[in-house]
């Protein structure tokens, strides 16, 4: 039964650290969508890199290094726009911090089920390492994919038959 709770909180733990991993970076889209109309005119913004959506103050730096002095300007003298963005930015910064407090936890949790309830010694700390690694890249390739191009477009695709079958209904 030991077993068992540990492997419960192993798992919450972990989706403590993913899904507001999600949050943290729908929030930072967000503010990032509402600064886009301050960029430099037929300037296109490169990519935000994992390193970037790991440690969020680096979009907000690489943000205002992008738009120039003048986008910033226009944004801050806006103050219903700035207000929003700065909102967002906090938000999602917030999120990240509840993220990496979940990645903590489910060290932790992954720690106490491989060394304290399956009892693995030194394999243990290797498995550990091993496993949180994994998890917290597959977690970020989650992140990504949930918040992709990809996905919206799968999205809007499974909702045409829900359409197509509410249309039949009306018409009949």
């Known amino acids: 039964m030991e077993i ?9 733990d972990w989706l403590l650290f993913i899904f507001p991993m999600y949050q943290g970076r729908m929030e930072l889209m967000e503010s990032n969508s509402l ?21 969020p103050p680096l979009i907000f730096h690489r943000l205002k290094k992008t738009a120039g002095r003048a986008q910033i300007k226009d944004l801050v003298n806006n103050k219903e726009d700035f207000k ?3 909102s967002f930015y906090n938000k999602g910064l917030a999120w990240y911090f509840v993220a990496y407090a979940g990645f903590l936890n489910g060290v932790c949790s992954t720690y106490e089920l491989l060394n304290e309830k399956m009892e693995l010694g030194t394999i243990g700390i290797i498995l550990l390492i091993i496993i949180s690694l994994i998890i917290f890249f597959a977690g970020q390739y989650y992140v990504s994919y949930l918040t992709s191009w990809k996905r919206e477009k799968r ?12 249309l039949k209904q009306k018409h009949q």
């Not at 600064?35 to 440690?55: C, D, M, N, R, T």
């Not at 999205?155 to 509410?166: C, M, Q, R, S």
Request: net charge positive; charged share 15%; aromatic share 20%.
């Open 84 to 86: 929003s963005f700065y």
């Open 35 to 55: 600064f886009a109309k301050y960029q430099v005119k037929g300037h296109k913004p490169k990519p935000i890199s994992l390193l970037e959506w790991i440690i």
């Open 4 to 12: 068992i709770i540990g492997f419960l909180g192993f798992v919450g």
């Open 155 to 166: 999205f809007i695709k499974g909702l045409f038959p829900v359409i197509k079958n509410t």
